[in-house]
């Protein structure tokens, strides 16, 4: 008997070692299978309409943010728009991409006129512009033609605890890099749609590293009747190229210390 006890004891931290394998095996398993649904909840869908915001906090000696307002429409299988509009000290600017069977086209403050475009130019010139919101749910929405980092790209999601956010029961998936950033995305379960992504970059230039903090929200609706007047381009008229606020700001400068990396 005594054998047999210093046996169970000796071995017991080898069974504990393989049911937290299985355990994370499993959590693995289940966040590779969420972000699955999620994908494919978004590529069969017949239409999508969202409005959300993105608050970016660079952090530093001389912190400050950025937000970007967002809207989207999209009625299968080639209509959509997406409208960003961003206040900061470099610049006041909003874009519009617009898609319909004709083709795809953008607007842009800052450049100051119309482009016919593909849709997968169109987002790519965005994505950095917009904080990413031009990216995020348009490359689920146009899988095939929208090329790119996806959120079924990285194979090391695990699972969070579940969590509620505006009045959602959310899964959460979250995935770290070696250098400390992460990234959380929180996917509602009654419908497995995107609610929210928070993300921390650190961005290393020739002039110092940069850290930000992001929390971009979302307020998605799915397979809904869209009306025809918010599908459409409707792009300001005469509207002048915006100029930049103030040359020496502090995003200016951010950005073109990234321009050097």
Same mark, same amino acid.
């Given at each position: 008997m005594i054998r047999f006890i210093s046996a169970c004891v000796l071995c017991a931290p080898f069974w504990m070692t393989l049911a937290t394998a299985?355990?994370?095996?499993?959590?693995?398993?289940?966040?590779?299978?969420?972000?699955?649904?999620?994908?494919?909840?978004?590529s069969a869908c017949?239409?999508?309409?969202?409005?959300?915001?993105?608050?970016?906090?660079?952090?530093?000696?001389?912190?400050?943010?950025?937000?970007?307002?967002?809207?989207?429409? #999209?009625?299968?299988?080639? !209509? #959509?728009r997406?409208?960003?509009t961003s206040d900061h000290d470099v610049m006041q600017d909003r874009m519009i991409i617009h898609r319909d069977k004709a083709g795809t086209r953008t607007w842009w403050s800052v450049g100051g006129g119309e482009e016919n475009t593909t849709i997968d130019a169109?987002?790519?010139?965005?994505?950095?512009?917009?904080?990413?919101?031009? #990216?995020?749910?348009?490359?689920?929405l146009f899988p095939d033609e929208v090329g790119g980092w996806s959120f079924l790209s990285p194979e090391d999601w695990s699972t969070l605890p579940d969590a509620e956010e505006n009045g959602r029961s959310c899964y959460r998936l979250t995935r770290k890099e070696e250098n400390g950033d992460h990234e959380t995305v929180w996917i509602g379960k009654a419908n497995f749609l995107l609610i929210r992504?928070?993300? &921390?970059?650190?961005?290393?230039?020739? &002039?110092?590293?940069?850290?930000? !903090?992001?929390?971009t929200l979302y307020q998605?609706?799915?397979?809904?009747?869209?009306?025809?007047? !918010?599908?459409?381009?409707?792009?300001?008229?005469?509207?002048?190229?915006?100029?930049? &606020?103030?040359?020496?700001?502090?995003?200016?400068r951010l950005l073109k210390a990234l321009l050097r990396t």
């Amino acid at each position: 008997m005594i054998r047999f006890i210093s046996a169970c004891v000796l071995c017991a931290p080898f069974w504990m070692t393989l049911a937290t394998a299985a355990e994370q095996t499993a959590a693995a398993t289940d966040a590779t299978a969420i972000v699955k649904q999620m994908a494919q909840t978004y590529s069969a869908c017949k239409s999508y309409r969202d409005t959300g915001t993105s608050l970016t906090k660079f952090l530093g000696d001389t912190p400050f943010e950025n937000k970007v307002e967002f809207k989207t429409a #999209f009625r299968r299988p080639a !209509e #959509f728009r997406f409208e960003y509009t961003s206040d900061h000290d470099v610049m006041q600017d909003r874009m519009i991409i617009h898609r319909d069977k004709a083709g795809t086209r953008t607007w842009w403050s800052v450049g100051g006129g119309e482009e016919n475009t593909t849709i997968d130019a169109a987002i790519a010139g965005a994505t950095g512009v917009s904080s990413g919101t031009a #990216f995020n749910v348009p490359t689920m929405l146009f899988p095939d033609e929208v090329g790119g980092w996806s959120f079924l790209s990285p194979e090391d999601w695990s699972t969070l605890p579940d969590a509620e956010e505006n009045g959602r029961s959310c899964y959460r998936l979250t995935r770290k890099e070696e250098n400390g950033d992460h990234e959380t995305v929180w996917i509602g379960k009654a419908n497995f749609l995107l609610i929210r992504i928070d993300e &921390r970059r650190t961005i290393d230039g020739k &002039r110092g590293t940069f850290v930000t !903090e992001q929390t971009t929200l979302y307020q998605p609706e799915i397979n809904i009747d869209i009306p025809d007047p !918010e599908l459409e381009f409707n792009p300001p008229a005469n509207v002048p190229k915006t100029p930049a &606020r103030n040359p020496q700001s502090r995003l200016l400068r951010l950005l073109k210390a990234l321009l050097r990396t």
